[in-house]
């Protein structure tokens, strides 16, 4: 069973940065996307970063291209997402997912049903 352990979140004002890391147990199956996702209370998942492990290819959601970073270190099976002058809005619980079903789902990096893997969450608070 692939273990997704994540760290990295806590309280920061806003302008501020902060990089979130999501180490992976053992390779998963499929071994494609690796993606964070955010989520605030009463609101869907929403994928901001992902990365296409066999080509090295990075996606971002338009409300963060600019401010948001994924980078994957292969050796380490470990994905980070640095974010960038922190906003409020920014402010919401952090997941990272791996193995998207790309048989049933395509290549839509975005969608959290999409995804078998998750890591436990953290928690990111922009204070201004």
């Known amino acids: 069973q692939v273990q997704l352990v994540e760290s990295g979140g806590g309280s920061v004002q806003a302008g501020g940065s902060l990089r979130l890391s999501c180490a992976a147990s053992q390779y998963t199956y499929r071994r494609n996307y690796m993606t964070w996702f955010r989520q605030v209370p009463g609101s869907e998942r929403e994928g901001v970063a992902s990365a296409y492990t066999p080509e090295g290819s990075t996606y971002y959601a338009d409300s963060v291209r600019g401010r948001f970073t994924i980078s994957q270190d292969n050796a380490k099976n470990t994905v980070y997402l640095l974010i960038n002058t922190l906003k409020s809005e920014d402010t919401a619980m952090y997941y990272c997912?791996?193995?998207?079903?790309?048989?049933?789902?395509?290549?839509?990096?975005?969608?959290?049903?999409?995804?078998?893997?998750w890591s436990q969450g953290t928690q990111v608070t922009v204070s201004s």
């Open positions: 997912a791996a193995d998207l079903d790309e048989l049933k789902y395509g290549d839509n990096w975005s969608l959290a049903p999409a995804y078998r893997y």
